[in-house]
């Protein structure tokens, strides 16, 4: 871990953002005190994790889904010409 202090850090700012991004941690130092720290960015992981509820927990009714709506008109049509009139 890398650590500079304020005023470095103003001069040289890109070349600290290339080491993060690189991988390797910067502590900002004011005045010889910890400040700041800039750590690489972590994206959120893409998998979903399920959990189990805890003991206890009430339980989920299921839910009747309404049946199917019978709509003779072309949804499409529809959206394309709700969208064109809000211009």
Known sequence: MKTVGV?????KLSEYLSRVR???SVT??????PIAKIVPYESPAL???VRRPPP?????ARIALPPPLKVRADVVK???EERQGER
Request: net charge positive; no cysteine.
């Open 22 to 24: 690189r991988g390797h």
């Open 47 to 49: 998998s979903l994790s």
């Open 56 to 60: 206890g927990a009430p339980k989920l």
């Open 28 to 33: 900002i130092l004011d005045r010889r005190t």
């Open 7 to 11: 005023a470095e850090l103003k001069s």
């Open 78 to 80: 529809l959206l394309l």
